[in-house]
Antibody, heavy 125, light 107 residues
């Protein structure tokens, strides 16, 4: 069974830092790009960042670039999101999601097929 | 950034109805679009990929069409478990962007 389990959320003051983790199981982690998607209270979904299979390429939402860092450890089947200089507008549930599958020659057009349960990050003084 | 505009933002329908949700991209995205269903307090569920391909395990009453800038999600014969919020997502270019969501409510 595919599972994505996030952890690390909590209450943090503006300007503070937090590190989210996502532990994956039930699939070959190193064959998938991985993403973080967030959802502010009562709002829609917002893609935050993603990372290539080998961790050597990353993409970010403009509003988090330079403050957030996505990384992965394929040996530990784990995805991370290091967040710093946090702002009130970063308050959201953060979901870890399995992005597209890639073989050596091609990538799937299906993405975000599996999601974690989400972890709440609240930025407030 | 590519803007994804969904319509309507909400709709009321009865069990058995057919409903259609539209997603319009601010520029062409080929068929690089997915549809997702989210229920309150839950993670989204993937329904459609590549604009019109049904994700494994998703009931056939869900269907998607479109390419370029205009896309639709149709639910044929609405079931009680289909009352939820639906989002489109473009992954043609970065940043990936979701539509604002369409809430399907019981009439």
């Amino acid at each position: 069974e595919v599972q994505l389990v996030e952890s690390g959320g909590g209450l943090v003051q503006p300007g503070g830092s937090l590190r989210l983790s996502c532990e994956a199981s039930g699939f070959t982690f190193s064959n998938y790009w991985m993403s973080w998607v967030r959802q502010a209270p009562g709002k829609g979904l917002e893609w935050v960042a993603n990372i290539r299979l080998d961790g050597r390429e990353t993409f970010y939402l403009d509003s988090v670039r330079g403050r957030f860092t996505i990384s992965r450890d394929n040996a530990r089947n784990s995805l991370y999101l290091e967040m710093s200089s946090l702002r009130a507008e970063d308050t959201a549930v953060y979901f870890c999601t399995r992005d597209r599958y890639c073989s050596r020659t091609t990538c799937s057009k299906s993405l975000f097929g599996q999601w974690g349960q989400g972890t709440l990050v609240a930025v407030s003084s | 950034d590519i803007q994804m505009t969904q319509s309507p933002s909400s709709l009321s329908a009865s069990v058995g109805d057919t409903v259609t949700i539209t997603c319009r991209a601010s520029e062409g995205i080929r068929s690089d679009l997915g549809w997702y269903q989210q229920k309150p307090g839950k993670a989204p569920k993937h329904l459609i990929y590549a604009a019109s391909s049904l994700q494994s395990g998703v009931p056939s009453r869900f269907s998607g069409t479109g390419s370029g800038t205009e896309f639709t999600l149709t639910i044929s014969g609405l079931q009680p478990e289909d009352f939820a919020t639906y989002y489109c997502l473009q992954h043609n270019s970065y940043p990936r962007t979701f539509g604002q969501g369409t809430k399907v409510e019981i009439k």
